[in-house]
Each structure stands twice: as C-alpha cells, then as structure tokens.
DNA sequence: GCCCGTATCTTGACGCTGTCAAGATCGAAC
DNA sequence: GTTCGATCTTGACAGCGTCAAGATACGGGC
C-alpha cells in the first residue's frame, strides 16, 4: 500500500507471485462485479477468481468482505463528487448550480446503480464515522447551499437543513430509480433525469403550485 | 395457503409433525431476525431453527429465500399502508391528510428498518410487476395527491407526477435516515420525524424560502 | 554478494449457507 | 380402509467467508 507506486513503477511481468497492484486489479475486478449481477455478487472468492489470485489473497488488502466494501464505497463517492463538480462547472448562478448537483446526483445514481447501493450498503452506515470521500461529496452540497444564501448568514444548522431539504428529494428519486419503483406508477416518462429535472425546475419556478 | 383458515382453526399441538400454520410461524420468525440483524441475517435455515423445524422446511412455504423475501415484503407494504390510513385519520382537510401520510411513511421506516429496506430490496424490484400491496399502499398516496387537488381534473400522468414529487423527498429522508446518513452532517436535530415535519412544513408554508 | 525480515500470496481446513432429491408422516377425501 | 396430496425431515452437494500455516519475492543492512 505505501509502496504502491515503486511497485506499479516496475514492468507488469504476468505469472508473478507478487502481482504488482493487486489492489487496484481486486477493485477494478469487484466494480465488474457488481456492474453485472449486484452488490449481492460481491464475492471475495470472486473478486480474487477474476484477478487470477488465489481464493484468499483479497483479504490482505481489504480484510473483510466489509472492508472491500467500504472501498468500493469510498471510490464511488469520490466519483460522485467528481461528476457533480463537473456538472457545475459554468453554471451561471449559484442557484442553478444548485440544481445541476442535483441532476447529476441521480444521474450517477441511475448510471452506476450498484455502486450507489455500495455507497449507502446498510453495512457502511453502521461505520463509526463516515469516511473521508462521502464527507467530500456532502461538502460539495454544503458549499452549494451557501452560495445560494451567499447574501444571508447561515448557522451551520440551518446550512446542514437546507442541504438536506435538498438532498432528500435527489436520494429519494434516486434510490426510487435504482429499486425500480418508477415503472408501472402511471408517469409519462420514468426517465429519472428528466424527472430531477422537473421536480428541480418547480423548486426553481416563483409560481409553483402547492406540494 | 388456501387452507389456512381450517388449520389456525383446530387447537395448536406441540410436537405435530405437521405445524398447523408454519407459514406464519415462519414469516414471525422471519421478522425477529431482520428487527434483529438486518436483511443480512435473513436465512432460511436460520428462520427453520427459530421456528423450531428442519432446515429445508421453508422451502416448501416460500420456494427460495427470494420468496421468502418477497414474503416479508408484501407483508410490510400491508403495514406502511395501514400506518398511512390510520395516520390520515381525522385530518381536517386533504392537505395537512396528505402530509401526515408522508410523516407516517417516515415514521415507518424508522420503526421498521430492516422491514422498510426488505420493501425496496434489489431483488424485489427486480420483479416483473409490483405486487398488490404495494400498489395498494401507492394507491393511498395516489388518493392523497387527488384529493389535494380535487378541484382540478388531473391527467393520469399528472396526478403520478405529483404523488412522486410529494414521494420523492419523503423516500429520501427515509432511506438516509435508515442508512444514518443523517448523523455527522451538522443537523440541529437528526430526528427523522422532525425532519419530515418541517420539510412538509415548509411545502405548505406560502412563504417558503426557495429551495 | 549475501542474508534476513517483512510484505505478499497460496494452500488447506472449518462451519455456515441455499438448494436439491428422496423418504417419512399426516390429514382428508373417497 | 385405502389412497393421495400436502407437509415436513434427512442427507448430500457446492459455494461462501474466514482463519492458520506455509511458500515466495522484494528490499535494506551487512
């Protein structure tokens, strides 16, 4: 781990008993994984059947089940971030930079479905502390929030309601997305996109209706 | 299944090599495990020991652990929407009916966590169609959202909009605070019930901030 | 140049799981 | 009273996570 990158540094000769970047190859291996059958395909012995190393070698870089886990979670977030701060860049105002978060929060939600699922795995929230990377991408929402009340002061219960009052609808039509309890409910499209799009344009619109 | 009546009927031996309602006795059993120790601890042959009978006996009530799931989920889903009615009981206009049904629906998934996150686990959703309890428990939302506007005539497409608009964020702060995302991010109160009462306040308020 | 400690990976074993096939037992219908 | 279907048990199998022990490779100290 700290000697990653003398070790990546080196010629990738196949066949090697000591792999090279085993980690990063169990992780890729892992995020194929769930791409095609679920987290519930999340397999150590799989992981480690898919990176060409024996049955037990995962749990010297993650421990536990749990711990490659959490490090499939931890990298998503950080992507998460990533694909929000893309999403904001050139917004015009701090308003609709807001909501651009938004729209991309569920769309890397619908894209990356069991990563999404990785990200709020009943197993990770029973963590301590939550890691450094899902503090980074709620960090991102924060910042939003105040620059949207850049004017006013905000205490800092106030920010963390507004963010939340903002995240809620996001994560849940996220998470209604990716359960797939959009199709048979009678709505005109169950694109979830364009579904962010709207219930973020009526937040934005000075004359919507009630609910 | 169909017989269930005449068997809860005759009195409950012990010993009998036929249960008299195992189904039942097993969805219990069921339901202590997950109230206990998540959807991970869900097992077939856990939910045999508990019940006190061999290990491949569920399999004769429920096919896979799949359909056991199913099971526990249909179940549920009869709960959230009985909690909903009772909840929208006695309400005194269609409005403040509809936001009580969204804390109820809060209120439930932080009473019942395993049982909320069993109603919108993967695999259930992977199901071709929704089974009849949910529809029923989205047919009160729907009720809701009618009843709110009932002066106007809405579209069929409309209508479910709505109802995903008032579902969305409620369904949100739900998941998070199942998932306890709601702790550590700075929130005067990390109350999920709270919460959902001032998100629906600030639905109703006319003066409502922005976001 | 060699050796040794440590990180890395393998092998083998254990108990747990879901699932299947085959057999035993019961209730009821005939 | 017999037969039949529903219900439950027993036994087996492969796959799983995890642990302990051993094998291998790399780099620093000499």
């Given amino acids: ?13 196949r066949r090697a008993y000591h ?26 012995r799989a992981v480690a059947r898919r990176a060409g190393v024996s049955h037990a070698a995962p749990a010297h870089h993650f421990v536990d089940l749990l711990g490659l886990l959490r490090a499939l979670a931890d990298e998503s977030f950080e992507a998460l971030r990533a694909h929000m ?8 105002d701090a308003q609709s930079a807001l909501r651009r978060s938004g729209i991309a929060y569920v769309e890397f939600a619908v894209a ?4 999404f699922r990785a990200m709020f795995h009943p197993a990770i929230g029973d963590d ?50 990716v359960d797939r309890q959009l199709e048979g409910k009678g709505l005109a499209t169950t694109d ?11 937040a934005q619109d000075p004359r919507r209706p009630s609910c």
């Fill in 1 to 13: 781990m700290s000697d990653r990158k003398r070790r990546a540094a080196r010629p990738r000769r």
């Fill in 19 to 44: 792999h090279g970047d085993l980690r990063r190859a169990l992780l890729d291996a892992a995020l194929a994984l769930i791409a095609r059958g679920g987290v519930s395909a999340l397999t150590l």
């Fill in 85 to 92: 701060l893309a999403a904001i860049e050139g917004a015009p």
């Fill in 112 to 115: 990356n479905p069991a990563r």
């Fill in 128 to 177: 301590a502390k939550p890691s450094t990377a899902q503090a980074a991408a709620y960090e991102v929402l924060l910042a939003g929030i105040r620059a949207v009340y850049g004017g006013r002061a905000l205490g800092g219960h106030e920010a963390a309601e507004l963010a939340f009052s903002a995240w809620a609808p996001m994560h849940g039509l996220a998470a209604l997305a």
């Fill in 192 to 202: 979830p996109v364009k579904l962010a799009e709207r219930l973020t344009a009526r």
